[in-house]
């Protein structure tokens, strides 16, 4: 267990395929991330070269000092299994999808069905993706698809591959984690 | 994942040699795989549970070779994991690491039996892939 309190905390970063749950860690972390990339054989379900199959680490150190351990998982729902090994213990997830997909918003649904149950009440960030690219599901609609199932979280438009963007899902998950975590961190 | 002509040859292939785990004492199945966790042929495992092998055993083939990076090794090639009622091994296939074999064995199977036949079959299917 990774109690809050009791030092160094971990946030999941997760989502379908391609979404840059690797690119956004990476983007983040202080330390050489650890990554467990394979060769891509599924290019029917996405053009990209190598994915995940183990998980993603890296760390980052909050405003306020505060280490965190940042875990990304896999995307394929075949790896399910890997979700709840990572997600145990997690102060709270954050969850990316790529607007340009046309099922975006399902794959909204699966991961907090997914995750809902392993952190927190109300310990989910999402962020959305290549939300300005032609075809993208409109930002609105992910709120307005949490609100539907009485979920509050929030929605943030983010490039994986700018780290101030990456940094804002954090600090705002940390933020709802406000009162578990020491002074300083949400500043 | 569509399958191309050439991977129905791979799995003729590889299902004949995976026979050859009839002949070893324990053996209750085994799954040839890609790195990113497709079943590529099996034996003695249904479906869903031969994908499910499949996706398992490519994140420890993943994580063997992260550590084995990490610990400034060569490339990964072998873990077994061991409990009191059996044994599941999982073995690179190839030099590529695009493949790896998971053998699941019983309590009654030799581990260095296992591990030998293991081996072999890797190297048949090595051969029979690249030929
Ligand atoms: N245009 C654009 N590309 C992105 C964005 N996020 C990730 N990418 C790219 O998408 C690809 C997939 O990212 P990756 O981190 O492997 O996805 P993962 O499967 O979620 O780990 C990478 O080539 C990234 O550079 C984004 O917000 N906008
Ligand atoms: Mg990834």
Avoid at chain 1, 41 to 52: L, M, P
Avoid at chain 1, 56 to 79: E, K, M, N, S
Avoid at chain 2, 46 to 69: C, F, K, P
Avoid at chain 2, 106 to 126: E, I
Wanted: hydrophobic fraction near 45%.
């Amino acid at each position: 267990m990774t109690a809050p309190e009791e030092g160094e905390f971990k946030i999941v970063f997760t989502g379908p395929m391609g979404a840059g749950k690797t690119t956004a860690i990476a983007a983040i972390s202080e330390v050489e991330p650890v990554r467990t990339e394979v060769d891509n054989s599924d290019r029917e379900n996405h053009e990209k070269e190598y994915t995940t199959v183990g998980f993603d680490f890296g760390r980052i150190t909050l405003p306020g000092g505060h280490p965190v351990r940042l875990y990304g998982t896999p995307g394929q729902a075949r790896f399910r299994f890997m979700w709840s090994i990572l997600g145990r213990g997690a102060a709270g997830v954050i969850i990316l999808l790529d607007a340009t997909r046309a099922d975006a918003l399902e794959q909204l649904d699966l991961f907090v069905d997914a995750f809902l149950p392993l952190v927190p009440p109300g310990a989910i960030v999402v962020g959305i993706g290549r939300n300005a690219e032609p075809g993208a599901v409109a930002t609105d609609a992910f709120a307005t698809r949490m609100e539907a199932r009485g979920l509050v979280a929030p929605v943030l438009t983010i490039d994986a591959r700018e780290p101030r963007d990456v940094r804002l899902l954090v600090h705002t998950l940390t933020c709802i984690l406000e009162s578990r975590v020491p002074a300083g961190a949400c500043a | 994942m569509k399958r191309s002509s050439a991977q129905r040859v791979l799995r003729d292939v590889a299902s004949k040699v995976l026979q050859n785990y009839r002949d070893v004492v324990g053996v209750q199945s085994a799954v040839l795989f890609s790195a990113d966790g497709f079943e590529l042929a099996s034996y003695a495992a249904d479906e869903a549970a031969a994908a499910r092998l499949a996706a398992i055993g490519s994140s420890l083939a993943a994580l063997g070779s992260a550590i084995s990076a990490e610990a400034g090794l060569d490339e990964f090639e072998r873990t077994t994991i061991e409990s009191k009622s059996g044994t599941v091994t999982i073995m690179r296939v190839g030099d590529d690491g695009a493949m790896s074999l998971a053998v699941v064995a019983g309590r009654n199977a030799v581990l260095g039996q296992l591990l030998w036949a293991t081996q072999r079959c890797s190297q048949a299917l090595a051969a029979a892939v690249h030929t």
